[in-house]
Structure formats: C-alpha cells, structure tokens
C-alpha cells in the first residue's frame, strides 16, 4: 500500500536498472510463514481424505482446542525467539503458574481471585528472573533456562506435595471466586454445531495483539533487532536488557494465561505437568519460520504451527492410526517445514 | 560562517566554543591502557579528523564519546557541562550520532527498518509506525547519496558493502543534530563513493554539525579536515590545525615520521623488481622475515583493540 506513495520520488534519483522490482508473488513467498501455511493446508487435506471424522463440523471445535493450548504459549515463544533467545522453562513455568494460585488460594483460605494474581506475580516474576539471569550473567538462554526447568519441576512436585502431600494440588471448586473465574479462564461457547473454548479465543486475540505489535510498532522493531544484533540494536540506541527481559516477561504472562485454563478446566493441577511441553512451543514457533539464530520469525507463523499440532493430534486419532507414531510425525514435520522454508526463502530472495 | 573557510581567526577561532571537550580521558581494560590523557575539543561547524594506526585507540575514543563505553579516567564535558553518557541513547538524546565502523545494521531487517531503528516515527494515539513516511524520508536520503534501493523491504544483508555504509551514514547524518561520529567511513568504499561520503562531511560541517571523522587514510582527511589529531598507542602524539600543517607532514606524521624512515632503510634489501623462478614449497617452508623487536610487538598490537561489548 506503499508503494504507490514512495514511486514519484524514487524517479528522483536514477534509477540502477541492474535491479527489477521484484514480482509480487516472490514477495508474498518470502515471508515467514509461507512454510507453514503450505504445511498448514497439506495437513488438512491430508487428514480430510483420509479421516472421516476430521471432515465433522462438530470437531473443528476439538481440533482448535487442541492448536489454541499450544498456540497461546507458542505466540510469546516465537516473538521470545525473534527476540534471539530460548525458554526451555514455559512447559512447566505452565504447571508452576497453575499449582501457584491452587495451593495459595487452597492454602491461605484465600479467594481464588487472589491466588489468581499472586500467580500471575510469579509467572511474571519467573520470566523476569530468566531475563535478568540471562543479562546479568552472559549465560546462553539455552542454559539458563534450562537451570529454571529443572528448578521448577522440582519446586513443583516439592512443595506440592510438602502442602498437600499429595502429587496434585487439591480441589478448589468449592471456593470463593471458583465460579467466575472458571468463566473467565474456562468456559466455553456454542456456534451452531461447533463448541468453542475460551482459549481459542485468546489464541486468536494474542496472535492479532503479537502480530500488530511485532510488524507496526516501535517494541516490534526492536524485538527483530535485539535478536538479530544486539550490539548494532544497543549501538543505535535500542534498549537491549529492557527488550528482552520484557519478552521473558511476556512468556510468563502467557505461562499465567495457561496455567489458568488449566486449572480452571479441571479444577485441580497435576504437579508433574508441563514437562516437554516447552519443545511443543518452540517446534511450533520453527515451523512457523523463527530461525533459531533469532532476527527473523513470524507470530502468525508459529500459530500456523500451533494449529498443524491441533490437526495432527486428532488427526491422528481419527484416521484410526496408532497415536503411538504421533512424535515421529512431528518430527518429520519439523524438519520439512524448516527446509521448505529454508528453499522458498533462497527461490524467493534470489528472484 | 561563511568566511571561515578561508581564514581560521574569524568565527572558528574564537566566538565558536567546543560543543564536546575532553581533558585528559583515559581507559583502561583491566590493565590494558586502551587510551591514555586523550584531550580533544570538537567544535561545530568544524571537521575535527583523527587518525591512527590499528590499535591506536581510535574505536575507544568513539565508543567514549557515542556512549558505548565510560571512560575511566579524565572528564568529558558537553557543552561546558561534565558528562558521563550511559548509553548510546544518551548520547543520541544530546545530539551526538554515530556512524560505527561495523555499521550496527541488523543483516535480516529491512532497509527502512536498519534506517529508523531506535527512532522510529509513530503517529496516531496507538503510537503505530508511520511506515509510509519512514519509507519516503529512508528513500529521499539514500537517494540523495545517490544509493538506489529498488525494494527497502529487503533485509540490509542482501546489499552490497558501499550500499550498507551509505544507509549507516545516511542515517547518522539525518539523525544527528548536532555532532555526528564517523568511524573509518570510506574504509569499504570505492573512490566515487568515497568522494560521496566525503562530500557528505563536508555537507554537515556546512550545516553546523561538529564532525569527527576517524580514519587512518591522511589523504581523505586532508581533503576535508580543520583539524588533526593523531593517535598512538592511546596517546595524542599530535594535535594541530590545517594551517599548521602540510599533507606530506601529516602523511609523514601518520607513517610515524621517524619509523618510515627507518622502515625504508630496513627494506632497502629487499631488491622489490627482482622476479623468482617459480617453485613449489612444501609446508612450512617458507622463511619467516627477521623481524625486530619493535616490530613484533606491532604485530601483537594488532590484535589489542578490545572486544566488542
């Protein structure tokens, strides 16, 4: 759309005709989330022929259910990526959040609104101490965070079950608050023959909000250039620390969002949770195009990912196949679509 | 102003005080003396050149004054006022931009993107990018430095050398309101772009920026500067205005006066016209030059500039 505004002036200078304007359809391919897309719609017509059930209306409903756990993590995940780090700590950061407001909530005799904000706190918190950690020390994110799984899993199942003495936090759906907030973080609605959880709606809200934050605002561009170099961003005068500690913020508020629908959903929280979820994340986030190397990455991308999850999970399922090959098929997954989107961008860069 | 390019006692001189002073700045990593009592006054409307040999403390001083690095020793003073700029920001904040040696453009960015980041514009209540006029304003400039872009959507890493320090000093000298830093600006450039980017200093000196232009090539200084400072081994072993001075001084100056000469009586053995049989050598044959002692801790000077923070 703006192209149109900067032409006249452009035939100010002379024109080096060693270079065409490249053609609409090379620069629709060299976006991001072109791999996924197409993985996105193979996946679908994959399962469609295949699967009787997948072609149900009424399943559309589970299937985003599915992608919109994910996605709500896979969201903050990638934009931490483009930001040029890791956090090998959201799966359980999950499970921290949910198990913070059960137990404080459970345990102080609190109203559950309170747990609910005291957990949001910690997740915060959590993220800000990765973030910190990371600046303070040098340390790759890589291993930082991989000291904070661990750490957490342990403060999990420790104080879980040092409180409860039992692996799962109790049961609080006879609590003050419990009703409103199920509204909030799980309920669910009916369109025609689908039903929809709440989650799918925030995954679809956090996508639109990362995605317009990411491309048109003044955070966005220094989320790609902290990622991308981090001296040249400091060089230019871009708040490095302040940018990143912010997306490892991020990532915990998301952890919170989460960690709430699962409470909510099913009224208590299994302290061993979460574990390899966070690899779910980011495989979401590679195939939606985030380079691993940070710089480069798309949000619609790893929701698009987030969504090739959902569909497979059940597709799975209901093409009658044995789920046992489920991780292999991810697997295959990850890899294709980072070569495809490895080839489309060299085709579409070099046109 | 537009008298004193002939004359350097009219408004240079006297009526016009430095912008940036600084008095004796030193720093040191750990107990590597990167710069040593470095005093320097910059003044606007001014090409103040400093030049060095690799390891004289060139980016140091740069990274002082652009807010990279503190200083550890002496003061630096902005307008009048002792300061200590804690962060690039900083420094942009009072007027002073950079154009660094490795050009601090993020390589998977786009062209606009590189061109405002830390700046961008924004409009309406969302405080949403103003892409459209960064686009014009990214255009306008490249073009006239005569860098035609065909798509400013592509990230900076496709472009070719010259192109990407054409954007970085396009950029510093849009941004730059009052001094603009230029490291090593022609040194991956060819001789007509080369001529541009001079032209360009020149262009903000007459717009009465203080430029400080660092390079280590005396011709292109002494095309464009008011005044030289030399650099070696962190310590100003010349400082001296353009009437004081001939390019063959400051070319000789440069070479380290002294040492040129001694570097041509060392070499005069060497018979440079004389063509060898062609030969193989097996690895590692090759005779090491009897170097020095001098010499060899040149070469290790080389390698002392100090990591990048």
């Known amino acids: 759309m703006t192209a149109t505004a900067t032409e006249p002036s452009r035939g100010l200078a002379a024109r080096d005709d060693r270079v065409a304007t490249r053609p609409l359809a090379a620069r629709l391919l060299s976006r991001p989330e072109v791999g996924s897309l197409i993985a996105a719609i193979v996946i679908f017509l994959l399962f469609m022929a295949v699967a009787e059930p997948f072609r149900n209306v009424a399943n559309v409903g589970t299937i985003l259910y599915g992608a919109s756990t994910i996605g709500i993590m896979a969201v903050p995940v990638a934009l931490l990526m483009i930001g040029g780090e890791f956090d090998l700590s959201a799966g359980v950061a999950v499970t921290t959040s949910g198990l913070s407001a059960s137990l404080l909530a459970w345990n102080f005799g609190l109203n559950v609104w309170v747990g609910i904000l005291l957990a949001l706190v910690v997740s915060v918190a959590i993220g800000a101490f990765n973030g910190w950690l990371l600046l303070k020390t040098g340390l790759p994110s890589f291993l930082v965070t991989l000291g904070t799984f661990f750490i957490l899993q342990g403060v999990n199942l420790g104080v879980t079950r040092l409180l409860t003495g039992n692996v799962a936090s109790a049961d609080i759906s006879d609590m003050d608050g419990f009703a409103t907030a199920q509204k909030i973080f799980g309920s669910e609605v009916t369109l025609g023959p689908v039903n929809l959880k709440i989650t799918v709606l925030y995954w679809v809200v956090l996508t639109v909000i990362a995605a317009y934050v990411l491309l048109r605002t003044q955070m966005g561009n220094w989320v790609f250039a902290v990622g991308g170099d981090a001296a040249a961003a400091r060089a230019v005068g871009v708040p490095v620390r302040a940018t990143k500690i912010g997306l490892f913020m991020a990532v915990g508020f998301c952890a919170w969002l989460s960690g709430m629908h699962l409470l909510f959903q099913f009224n208590t929280v299994q302290s061993g949770e979460g574990v390899g979820k966070e690899f779910i994340f980011i495989i979401a986030a590679v195939i939606g195009g985030c380079l691993l190397t940070g710089g480069y990455g798309s949000v619609v991308g790893a929701s698009l990912g987030a969504l090739i999850f959902g569909m497979t999970q059940l597709g799975i399922n209901y093409a009658g196949w044995n789920p046992d090959w489920f991780r292999t098929f991810l697997g295959v997954m990850l890899l294709l679509a980072t070569l495809v989107n490895m080839y489309v961008k060299r085709r579409a860069d070099l046109r | ?309």
């Open chain 2, 1 to 309: 102003m537009s008298t004193a390019t002939t004359e350097r006692h009219d408004v240079v001189g006297h009526s016009n005080t430095p912008i940036l002073e600084l008095e004796n700045v030193g720093k040191s990593y750990g107990n590597v003396h990167a710069l040593r009592g470095v005093s320097l006054n910059v003044r606007q409307g001014e090409v103040t050149c400093v030049l060095g040999d690799n390891g004289a403390g060139k980016s140091t001083l740069i990274k002082i004054m652009s807010g990279l690095h503190d200083h550890t020793d002496g003061t630096m003073k902005l307008d009048g006022v002792a300061r200590r700029f804690g962060s690039p920001r900083a420094a942009q904040a009072s007027g002073i931009a950079t154009v660094y040696q490795d050009l601090a453009l993020a390589p998977l960015m786009s062209v606009w993107r590189n061109f405002f980041l830390g700046n961008e514009l924004r409009k309406g209540p969302l405080r949403t990018l103003d892409i459209a006029r960064m686009k014009r304003i990214c255009e306008d400039e490249l073009g006239k430095m005569g860098v035609v872009v065909p798509d400013l959507d592509r990230p900076v890493a496709g472009l070719s050398g010259g192109q990407r320090q054409c954007i970085a000093i396009a950029r510093a000298i849009y941004f730059g309101a009052r001094v603009i830093i230029l490291d090593e600006p022609t040194a991956a450039l060819g001789v007509k772009q080369s001529g541009v980017a001079l032209r360009y200093i020149v262009k903000a000196r007459d717009a009465g920026l203080g430029v400080i232009f660092i390079t280590h090539n005396p011709h292109h200084a002494y095309l464009v500067g008011n005044h030289f400072i030399i650099l070696k081994l962190g310590r100003v072993v010349l400082d001296a205005h353009r009437d004081d001075l001939t390019l063959e001084q400051l070319t000789t100056e440069m070479a380290g006066g002294q040492e040129l000469a001694e570097l041509s009586h060392e070499l005069r053995g060497i018979d440079p016209g004389k063509v060898i049989e062609p030969g193989e050598v097996e690895h590692g044959h090759v005779e090491a030059p009897a170097l020095s002692r001098e010499e060899l801790k040149a070469v290790e000077r080389e390698d002392e500039e100090e990591p990048r923070a």
